[in-house]
């Protein structure tokens, strides 16, 4: 099989590969990340193939894998904050709060007519923060979804997770392990 392609730049993706001892290269796709979709597990899903595929139609002989994550609390979608003052509203709308994160993988080799794609969903609760805590968060995850970052160890923000870690972290690992296998076998 040739070298898988992770149409992302994102560290915490690349760090989940390695450690599963996946051999990939990068390749950011650079999409439109919107979604006629109102649904979460629907959006992810969408946006995870439409990453792959931009990159898959540049590169057909290889497999290549996208991946896009959510955040839903309190009926309404979260992904990165658009700049620091809408942080703090999505810090405040989760504080001490249940919410879901959705994630989306996709894995495109056009030259074996490989499409799969998927999502997974784990529950969070946020730990209840005061003012000045949330206003001192808000400045730190700007590239995430929800505007937290549940990796980090310095970032107390989340409290219980019921799910899958790597689905909160941005890249459901069982997908991939699934998709892969599918790949190797088609």
Request: hydrophobic share 40%; glycine share 6%.
């Amino acid at each position: 099989m040739p070298t898988l392609i992770l149409a992302s730049k994102s560290p915490r993706r690349k760090l989940l590969l390695e450690q599963a001892g996946i051999k990939y290269r990068t390749i950011p796709s650079h999409i439109d990340e919107t979604s006629a979709y109102k649904r979460p597990a629907l959006i992810v899903r969408e946006l995870a193939y439409k990453k792959a595929l931009s990159v898959a139609l540049k590169h057909p002989g290889a497999p290549v894998l996208g991946s896009d994550t959510l955040v839903y609390c309190k009926g309404e979608v979260l992904g990165k904050p658009r700049h620091h003052k809408d942080a703090v509203r999505l810090l405040k709308m989760q504080n001490g709060a249940w919410q879901a994160v959705h994630t989306g993988v996709a894995l495109i080799w056009l030259d074996k007519g490989i499409f799969l794609a998927g999502a997974e969903v784990s529950r969070c609760k946020a730990r209840k923060l005061s003012e000045t805590e949330l206003l001192a968060m808000a400045s730190k995850h700007h590239d995430k979804a929800g505007a937290y970052a549940v990796q980090d160890t310095d970032d107390v923000f989340i409290e219980k997770i019921e799910g899958r870690f790597d689905t909160v972290v941005g890249l459901s690992m069982n997908l991939v392990r699934k998709f892969i296998k599918k790949a190797k076998a088609g």
